[in-house]
T-cell receptor
Framework: DAGITQSPRYKITETGRQVTLMCHQT?????MFWYRQDLGHGLRLIYY???????DKGEVPDGYVVSRSKTENFPLTLESATRSQTSVYFC????????????FGPGTRLTVT | EDQVTQSPEALRLQEGESSSLNCSYT??????LFWYRQDPGKGPEFLFT???AGEEKEKERLKATLTKKESFLHITAPKPEDSATYLC??????????????FGKGTLLTVNP
């Protein structure tokens, strides 16, 4: 199916474990983004990527790592999960021709115990 | 620093009772203002982009307007299916930061039958 997908949709992990959230889009959009959404904070940008092999930090990058070897995939890794990283994570993508309009995936709800 | 404030935080309407949501912003060099709709457990869904003061966009019962300091999302004769959280975001600046969206915290709209 065309669009943007995220996996897993739900994840429970323990403090200190490494966890990777996957994001896949079929539009061949150049730009991809990772956000977290928390009550009281709204959506905050973690990392973004302008193209394959080009990534940069957003507003709240600490504790996260990203990579982008292929245009369609943009995984987000929590190297050593902490309780403060319990959140809902959204991936988004954008067409460079209309760079302002970002299209979001369904989200991953992550709980760190 | 770019700031986006949405009001009210929550709004309850009766079916057919028209109202407006507000998004006020403080940015340096607005490039665009965006409205998204977010249903519980889902990712934000793009609604509108507004680029300059005086611009208006319509979609079904929704109309978005933009001034130099704020945007309104007018909801005419709402139905229960319009119940959702409505997010406002701005894109500002130039050069390397023009991909970045700053989101407000949203307005939770509930329309009772």
């Amino acid at each position: 199916d065309a669009g943007i997908t995220q996996s897993p949709r739900y994840k429970i992990t323990e403090t200190g474990r490494q966890v990777t959230l996957m994001c896949h889009q079929t539009w061949s959009h150049s730009y991809m983004f990772w956000y977290r959404q928390d009550l009281g904070h709204g959506l905050r940008l973690i990392y973004y990527s302008a193209a394959a092999d080009i990534t940069d930090k957003g507003e709240v990058p600490d504790g996260y790592v990203v990579s982008r070897s292929k245009t369609e995939n943009f995984p987000l890794t929590l190297e050593s999960a902490t309780r403060s990283q319990t959140s809902v994570y959204f991936c988004a993508s954008s067409d460079p021709g209309t760079v302002y309009e970002q299209y979001f995936g369904p989200g991953t709800r992550l709980t760190v115990t | 620093e770019d700031q986006v404030t949405q009001s009210p935080e929550a709004l309850r309407l009766q079916e057919g009772e028209s109202s407006s949501l507000n998004c006020s912003y403080t940015v340096s060099g607005l490039r665009g203002l965006f409205w998204y709709r977010q249903d519980p457990g889902k990712g934000p869904e793009f609604l509108f982009t507004l680029y300059s003061a005086g611009e208006e966009k319509e979609k079904e019962r929704l109309k978005a307007t933009l001034t130099k300091k704020e945007s309104f999302l007018h909801i005419t004769a709402p139905k229960p299916e319009d119940s959702a959280t409505y997010l406002c975001a701005v894109q500002a600046g130039s050069g390397g930061s023009n991909y970045k969206l700053t989101f407000g915290k949203g307005t939770l709209l509930t329309v009772n039958p």
